[in-house]
C-alpha cells in the first residue's frame, strides 16, 4: 500500500536572469496518514516553495506526487478543485494571508460557498462551529483582521483551512510571526486538532525546538536538497548529516550542566543557481573529502534513518 502522501524525486525550477534556479532538487518522502512531517532547514533552502508545489499552488518542474493512493502530479481543474478540498495550507503571516476588506465570518465563509452548497443557515452554523474549534470567540464574527491580535489572525487563518474539512494541511512556519508567548497555544491548537479530526501535517520551520515538540519524522533541506530524514527522536539523539549537527548545536539550552559545543559553520553558501554535481554543503562542511562531489543520493544507515553524505556513517 502506498503511503497517504507519497513525494517522488520532486522538482522545482525557477528561471533567473543569472540561470536556472533549483529551489527543490530531487527530492523524496513519504508522510503517513494522521502524523506530522517536520521539514526544517535554513531561510532559502527550499522549504515552502516544497509545501506549495506539494499540493499546487506552484506547478511542478519534474517528480510526481501521490495522495490518498492517487496520482495529483498534474491535475485536471476539476480534479484540483475537488482536491482544494482535501488539501490546505495554513501561511506564515496571518495578517497578510487575511483579506483586509473580509470579516472573520467572511473569511471563514468564503471557501465554504465557492465549494460546498449549503443553505446560509448550514453555513452559519458551520462558521460558528469552526470558531469554536478554533478558539475564536462569536463575538468577533464582524471583526475584520486589523482588529484582532496576531494570535486570534492566526486562528482565522486555521479555521479558513479547516472549513472544507481536509485531510492534509501544510502548515507554513505557523507560529514564527507570533510572540512567543502565543506560538504554545497555536502549537497546541494544532496538535489537540490532529487528535480529534485525524489531520496529516506538513509542519515546515526554522526552529529545531518546535519542530521537536509537533513532529512524528523530521526531514532537513539544505539548498533545495534533502540531505537527512528519519523519526523525530532519532535525530535528536543522533544526527548524522553535519548540516543536522550544526542546526541542533544552535538549540539554546536551559541546562547549565550539559556540554554541547556550538558548531560554526564557515565558509560561503554555495548559489542554488546552475549548481555544481555533489554535496551542496561542501564550501561550509569541515569533513569535505574528494568523493563529496559526486551526486549524494540519501542512503539508509537505520531503520527509516536516511543520510545524504558519503562520510556519514564514518562520523557517527
Do not use: W
Request: glycine share 6%; charged share 25%.
Amino acid at each position: 500500500m502506498r503511503p497517504f502522501m507519497e513525494i517522488k524525486h520532486l522538482k522545482k525550477y525557477f528561471h533567473s536572469p543569472s540561470g536556472l534556479l533549483h529551489a527543490i532538487d530531487d527530492v523524496s518522502m513519504n508522510i503517513e496518514k494522521g502524523e506530522t512531517m517536520g521539514v526544517v532547514g535554513e531561510s532559502g533552502c527550499g522549504k515552502s516553495t516544497l509545501g506549495r508545489t506539494v499540493i499546487n499552488l506552484l506547478d511542478k518542474t519534474e517528480g510526481q506526487v501521490f495522495f490518498d493512493g492517487r496520482d495529483i502530479t498534474n491535475p485536471s481543474h476539476r480534479d484540483m478543485k475537488k482536491l482544494r478540498q482535501e488539501m490546505q495550507i495554513i501561511f506564515q503571516d496571518p495578517y497578510s494571508s487575511l483579506n483586509p476588506r473580509l470579516t472573520v465570518e467572511q473569511t471563514i465563509m468564503e471557501p465554504i460557498k465557492l465549494h460546498l452548497r449549503l443553505s446560509r443557515e448550514a453555513i452559519d452554523e458551520k462558521c460558528e462551529k469552526l470558531m469554536d474549534m478554533v478558539g475564536v470567540d462569536r463575538r468577533l464574527r464582524l471583526s475584520y483582521p486589523h482588529e484582532l491580535d496576531g494570535g486570534r489572525r492566526q486562528r482565522v487563518g486555521i479555521a479558513r483551512a479547516l472549513a472544507l474539512d481536509p485531510k492534509f494541511i501544510v502548515c507554513d512556519e505557523p507560529v514564527s510571526a507570533l510572540d512567543v508567548s502565543i506560538q504554545a497555544q497555536i502549537l497546541n491548537l494544532l496538535m489537540d486538532l490532529q487528535d480529534q479530526i485525524g489531520l496529516t501535517y506538513m509542519f515546515i520551520t526554522h526552529n529545531m525546538s518546535v519542530i521537536r515538540h509537533v513532529s512524528h519524522n523530521i526531514s532537513v533541506m539544505y539548498l533545495g536538497q534533502l540531505v537527512e530524514e528519519c523519526p523525530t527522536d532519532a535525530l535528536f539523539e543522533q544526527p548524522l548529516h553535519p548540516y543536522t549537527k550544526a542546526l541542533l548545536s544552535a538549540i539554546p539550552s536551559t541546562d547549565i550542566m550539559q556540554k554541547s559545543e556550538r558548531i560554526i559553520l564557515k565558509g560561503e553558501i554555495s548559489s542554488p543557481i546552475n549548481p555544481k554535481p555533489g554535496c551542496r554543503f561542501i564550501p561550509r562542511c569541515a569533513y569535505a573529502c574528494e568523493k563529496c562531489h559526486e551526486p549524494q543520493t540519501p542512503r539508509e544507515l537505520a531503520p527509516g534513518h536516511f543520510v545524504a553524505c558519503c562520510r556519514a556513517d564514518e562520523l557517527a
